[in-house]
T-cell receptor, first 115, second 113 residues
Framework: SAVISQKPSRDICQRGTSLTIQCQVD?????MFWYRQQPGQSLTLIAT?????????ESGFVIDKFPISRPNLTFSTLTVSNMSPEDSSIYLC????????????FGPGTRLTVL | GDSVTQMEGPVTLSEEAFLTINCTYT??????LFWYVQYPGEGLQLLLK?????DKGSNKGFEATYRKETTSFHLEKGSVQVSDSAVYFC????????????FGPGTRLSVLP
């Protein structure tokens, strides 16, 4: 398994600003994922972040809006840029420690409210 | 593409009642199947998983059996507790989709004392 922490746990932001969310894992992992969970909804994959390569974004998500960094095997950041109220969601990072699509472990999430 | 369907919620039960949350899936390959639980204000926790047909995953009194013939992975618990109140997500991981997981819409369970 893996223990994952996220910062901040929650934030309230003004429209037009940006927020960077940090994800820290207690072990080295190749594959990290960023998800969005809109209020009362399921999880939607934003992007896959592998160390040493550019993040791979899912349909409907673009790098200009959600830039991702992956500087090493235990850390990643997701930035939500030029925010609007529609970006109010929980953002979760997850990891696949085995790299075999065996299991994903999730962080506690960052609850973002955009006014 | 792959998809996961879950029974509509919310589900409200009395303590010690029997729980079933239905989950069916569509996949092109032979996926692994998972149940995750999200307690209020928290992230997702892996509850149980099964990686091949007829496997049974179990944890904390919850069980689910991978049924390939009915493409189902229903979650059951014989006697629920108030502390089981949460949102339950069924998910699959299909090797044909790389490492991406597909999640169901979630089912909210409320257990009353």
């Amino acid at each position: 398994s893996a223990v994952i922490s996220q910062k901040p746990s929650r934030d309230i932001c003004q429209r037009g600003t940006s927020l960077t969310i940090q994800c820290q894992v207690d072990s080295q992992v190749t594959m990290m994922f960023w998800y969005r969970q809109q209020p009362g909804q399921s999880l939607t994959l934003i992007a896959t972040a592998n160390q040493g390569s550019e993040a791979t974004y899912e349909s409907g998500f673009v790098i200009d809006k959600f830039p991702i960094s992956r500087p090493n095997l235990t850390f990643s950041t997701l930035t939500v840029s030029n925010m609007s109220p529609e970006d109010s969601s929980i953002y979760l990072c997850s990891v696949d420690p085995t790299g075999n699509a065996d299991t994903q472990y999730f962080g506690p999430g960052t609850r973002l409210t955009v006014l | 593409g792959d998809s996961v369907t879950q029974m509509e919620g919310p589900v409200t039960l009395s303590e010690e009642a029997f729980l079933t949350i239905n989950c069916t899936y569509t996949a092109t390959g032979y996926p692994s199947l998972f149940w995750y639980v999200q307690y209020p204000g928290e992230g997702l926790q892996l509850l149980l998983k099964a990686t091949k047909a007829d496997d049974k995953g179990s944890n904390k009194g919850f069980e689910a059996t991978y049924r390939k013939e009915t493409t189902s992975f229903h979650l059951e618990k014989g006697s629920v507790q108030v502390s089981d109140s949460a949102v339950y997500f069924c998910a699959l991981s299909d090797p044909n989709y790389g490492q991406n997981f597909v999640f169901g819409p979630g089912t909210r369970l409320s257990v009353l004392p």
